[in-house]
Nanobody
Framework: QVQLVESGGGLVQAGGSLRLSCAAS????????MAWFRQAPGKERELVAA????????FYADSVKGRFTISRDNPKNTVYLQMTSLKPEDTAVYYC?????????????WGQGTQVTVSS
């Protein structure tokens, strides 16, 4: 049974930082892209960042470029999202996912989400 478990969310002031983690288990994720999505109230879910198995390729949404960094530790089956210079508009539920592509399509496995709230 595949499980993705996110952690690290919380309440932070604008300009602050948070580091999200997502631990995956239940199968081999060799070759799989891992990604972070977010969904704010009343908005569609959007792809925030993605990283290939080899870590040689990453994707970032324009809204987070230069502020967020995605990384992964393959032996630990864990993906991270370092978020800096946070803004109130970054407030959302953040989900990690795997099994899809760098454009944000076809993701097979999802975590339960972790809330990030940025106060102004």
């Amino acid at each position: 049974q595949v499980q993705l478990v996110e952690s690290g969310g919380g309440l932070v002031q604008a300009g602050g930082s948070l580091r999200l983690s997502c631990a995956a288990s239940g199968r081999s994720f060799s070759g799989y892209i891992m990604a972070w999505f977010r969904q704010a109230p009343g908005k569609e879910r959007e792809l925030v960042a993605a990283i290939t198995w080899t870590t040689t390729s990453t994707f970032y949404a324009d809204s987070v470029k230069g502020r967020f960094t995605i990384s992964r530790d393959n032996p630990k089956n864990t993906v991270y999202l370092q978020m800096t210079s946070l803004k109130p508009e970054d407030t959302a539920v953040y989900y990690c996912a795997t099994g899809g592509d760098m454009r944000g399509s076809g993701y097979l496995y999802w975590g339960q989400g972790t809330q990030v709230t940025v106060s102004s």
